[in-house]
C-alpha cells in the first residue's frame, strides 16, 4: 500500500484522477482502516486530506458551514451546533467512544455512508447540503440526493467534500436525534431518527422534516410521514398516524444487531419521542 498526503485540494483531487479506483481518501480513518483490515476494501493508495488548509472548523453567518475535517467530538461540544442544530451535536456525541469522536470527522461519517451514520439522518432534517470539489470545479449536492444506496454516495471517485452547509432556520424551530442500540455511545445505531419541527405561534406545524437511519440501504427521508404532521397541531392521532406511515416506508434488515421486526417496531415510539423533543426545543427558540 502506498500512502501520499496532499496539501492543497487541487492537489488531492489531482491524485485520484492520477489513481482512481485504486485510490481512497484517508481524513480520520476510523472507518477506513477497520474496513482495510477486514478486506471490506483494497486501497492501493491512501490519498491524506488531514493537512488542507479551510477543511477543519464551524463557522456561522446565517448559515452553518462544517468543514468535512471537523471532528465529532468538535461538533458535539460546538455552541454554534448546539443552538442551530442540536440534533446534529447529538449524533456526533454517539459516534463510538470519545477516542473515535476525537480523531473521526463529519466528512468521513457520511462519505462512508454506511446506512446507520449518525450524522446522517440529522443533517438531513436540517437541509444540509454537500460541496463537492473536483477537477471540474465545484458543485452543491442537496442532502436528499447525496445518499444514494449502502456506502454510496453522489460524489464522483475524483471529487473532495469540501464543505457542509446548513441553511438558516426559521424562529421557533427545534430539532432531535434518538438512536436506539445496546448501550447510548460506543455502539452501532439499531435504529437512528432525527424529526426537525418549525412550529406557528399556536403551535401548528409549518415545517417538518424526519429522516432514519439503519433501517434502510441508505439514510432516508420519510416523506409520507412528513406529510401526515405538516399542519396538524401534533394531535396523538396524528402522531400515531405518521408512526404507522414511517413503519411502512423503511425496509430494514435482519442482522447482528437486531431483527427487521424489532426495528420497525421500534419505530413509532422512537418518532414520537423525538417529536416531542424537537417541539419542545421550538417553543424555547434553540435549534
Excluded at 481518501?25 to 477506513?32: E, P, R
Excluded at 465529532?72 to 470519545?98: I, Y
Excluded at 416506508?249 to 413509532?268: E, F, G, K
Aim: proline letters at 4%; charged letters at 20%; hydrophobic letters at 45%.
Amino acid at each position: 500500500m502506498e500512502f501520499t498526503s496532499a496539501a492543497s485540494v487541487e492537489e488531492a483531487t489531482a491524485l485520484l484522477v492520477e489513481y482512481g479506483t485504486a485510490a481512497q481518501i484517508l481524513a480520520g480513518g476510523t472507518d477506513l482502516m477497520l474496513q482495510q483490515a477486514r478486506g471490506e476494501i483494497s486501497a492501493a493508495v491512501l490519498i491524506h486530506i488531514g493537512r488542507i488548509p479551510g477543511l477543519v472548523g464551524i463557522t456561522g453567518n446565517g448559515s452553518v458551514r462544517i468543514g468535512p475535517l471537523t471532528t465529532h467530538r468538535s461538533l458535539a461540544r460546538s455552541r454554534l451546533v448546539l443552538t442551530t442544530a442540536p440534533a446534529l451535536a447529538e449524533a456526533a456525541a454517539t459516534v463510538g467512544g470519545w477516542q473515535t469522536q476525537a480523531v473521526g470527522t463529519i466528512g468521513g461519517n457520511v462519505c462512508n455512508a454506511s446506512p446507520a451514520a449518525d450524522t446522517a439522518a440529522p443533517l438531513l432534517v436540517a437541509g444540509a447540503s454537500f460541496e463537492l470539489t473536483g477537477p471540474r470545479g465545484t458543485r452543491t449536492v442537496v442532502g436528499d440526493s447525496f445518499f444514494i444506496g449502502r456506502r454510496q454516495t453522489a460524489r464522483a471517485t475524483d471529487e473532495i467534500l469540501t464543505a457542509i452547509v446548513l441553511p438558516h432556520h426559521p424562529e421557533r424551530t427545534g430539532d432531535a436525534y434518538l438512536k436506539v442500540g445496546r448501550r447510548s455511545a460506543m455502539e452501532v445505531a439499531v435504529v437512528g431518527l432525527a424529526a426537525r419541527l418549525t412550529l406557528d405561534i399556536d403551535g401548528t406545524v409549518e415545517g417538518v422534516r424526519i429522516a432514519a437511519c439503519s433501517v434502510a440501504p441508505a439514510p432516508m427521508r420519510i416523506a409520507a410521514a412528513e406529510e401526515i404532521l405538516q399542519g396538524s397541531r401534533m394531535e396523538s392521532e396524528a402522531i400515531a398516524a405518521a408512526g404507522e406511515a414511517l413503519t411502512r416506508a423503511v425496509s430494514p434488515i435482519d442482522d447482528a444487531r437486531a431483527t427487521a421486526a424489532y426495528r420497525t417496531r421500534v419505530l413509532p415510539g422512537l418518532l414520537a419521542r423525538a417529536l416531542g423533543v424537537a417541539a419542545a426545543r421550538a417553543e424555547r427558540g434553540v435549534g
